[in-house]
């Protein structure tokens, strides 16, 4: 389905019953707000009435079974056991855990369990249902509502020491937001104070329980006065990030396919070697890093070489299209699936940072040749992916101009500013 505006899934009244016991909701309203630890604010047993039924809630306590579940709410054992059996093929109640929620819904007139329920974890939950005097049980997903969250991040230090809270959500936020912008911004390197992002962002909900952050839909990340755009856009059964032209953010090559500390060496025609103590072309870029820092393939390929290589120690070299070749030098260790013939994608771990064969110290000697010809990572202009079709254009550029109040609404540190004016390479 084609979308770039958010949807509204439908909760389950019962999961909202046992997920707004565990948590209480927390909604994000400005940068200053933190994530506050979660709360139980319930008592040992909170039982709510209804017409036919009552429902007994809990929270699983420290040396807790179903059985002593069972006996602390006067439950009948017979159907304990029933419950077990019925479930057993989609999950073993042995292994519940504390601080993990469970409901049980009794007919008020015969005192029998119509339906209990368990909270497995935060996106799935165990349902058993008794029909026709037989228990069934089944897993349920957790579909949360999605709500549109926005904030502005003022850069000090790192984007991550720089987000509103340390909660783990945070952090996953700025990955995100590191991937987004992989190709435009080195996050090691180009970050500086006084940078700053706007967001705008899905909230996922139970009820009033926040359950964290989904998909960034939009972003404008202000970098040494150069402003970057990104919008999401689906179509085809496909997500991806665009600019503000339908030009995909997205390039066949990663600048630099691992976390570094920084660039020991650039590429150069001719560099003075510490250990050969002479000069000599140094057709790649050295990044230092700790070792067993892990290194990604910086695209999509073949491996045509896995193994040692005199100098440059253990290497891997990957074949991509468009006449590129990468290399990764210095390894300490190559994963055993990482051999010739092997198919990877952007992303995936081919080795880990050392100092095999004639390096000075830990780092990744990294190396692109286009057409026969080593070039400079740093500078190659890398072809983008596939624009946005032209039939898509008008949705697309409707989706971007809803989005682009959203982000105009957000108020940043006022500083003067340039628009990025670059062609689209390749």
Excluded at 136 to 154: D, H, Q, T
Excluded at 255 to 274: A, E, T
């Amino acid at each position: 389905m084609k979308q770039i505006l958010l949807s509204i899934a439908i909760i389950p009244v019962a999961l909202l019953l046992l997920y707004n016991l565990k948590a209480g909701g927390h909604k994000v309203e400005s940068n200053e707000n933190k994530f506050p630890a979660k709360k139980i604010s319930l008592s040992t047993v909170e039982k709510v009435v209804e017409d036919k039924y009552e429902t007994i809630a809990g929270v699983v306590k420290k040396r807790d079974t179903l059985e002593t579940i069972f006996l602390r709410h006067g439950l009948d054992k017979a159907e304990l056991s029933q419950i077990y059996q019925s479930a057993r093929k989609k999950y073993d109640l042995s292994r519940i855990s504390v601080g993990n929620i469970y409901s049980f819904e009794i007919d008020k007139e015969s005192g029998g369990i119509r339906k209990m329920q368990y909270g497995i974890d935060d996106m799935t939950f165990l349902n058993v249902l008794r029909e026709t005097g037989e228990f069934s049980a089944e897993k349920v997903n957790v579909l949360p509502e999605k709500r549109e969250g926005a904030f502005v991040v003022n850069i000090k230090g790192s984007l991550i020491l720089s987000m509103p809270g340390t909660h783990k959500e945070y952090n996953w936020l700025a990955l995100q937001l590191s991937d987004i912008y992989a190709w435009d911004i080195d996050f090691s390197r180009d970050i500086k104070n006084g940078d700053s992002v706007k967001i705008i962002v899905e909230e996922l909900w139970e009820g009033e329980a926040f359950r964290g952050f989904g998909n960034i839909l939009a972003a404008e990340f202000m970098n040494d006065g150069v402003i970057h755009t990104a919008y999401r856009f689906e179509h085809d059964g496909y997500a991806d990030y665009y600019d503000g032209n339908g030009k995909s953010l997205r390039k066949s090559l990663l600048r630099s396919p691992l976390k570094y500390k920084y660039i020991s060496s650039r590429f150069s025609k001719r560099r003075f070697h510490p250990k050969l103590k002479r000069y000599r072309p140094h057709l790649a870029v050295d990044y230092a890093a700790s070792p067993g820092t892990p290194v990604s393939s910086a695209g999509s390929g073949k491996i045509v070489f896995a193994g040692h290589k005199g100098q440059i120690g253990k290497m891997v070299k990957i074949k991509h299209r468009g006449g590129y070749q990468t290399y990764y030098g210095h390894l300490s260790r190559i994963p055993s699936k990482i051999k010739k013939g092997v198919k990877v994608d952007q992303g995936d771990i081919i080795g880990y940072v050392g100092s095999t064969g004639l390096a000075t110290g830990p780092h990744l000697d990294y190396r692109i040749k286009h057409k026969g010809k080593f070039v400079n990572p740093l500078k190659i202009r890398l072809p983008r992916g596939k624009s946005i079709p032209e039939s898509l254009m008008a949705e697309f550029s409707e989706g971007a101009n809803v989005l682009n109040s959203s982000l105009a609404s957000l108020k940043r540190r006022v500083i003067a500013f340039r628009e990025v004016r670059k062609k689209a390479a390749g």
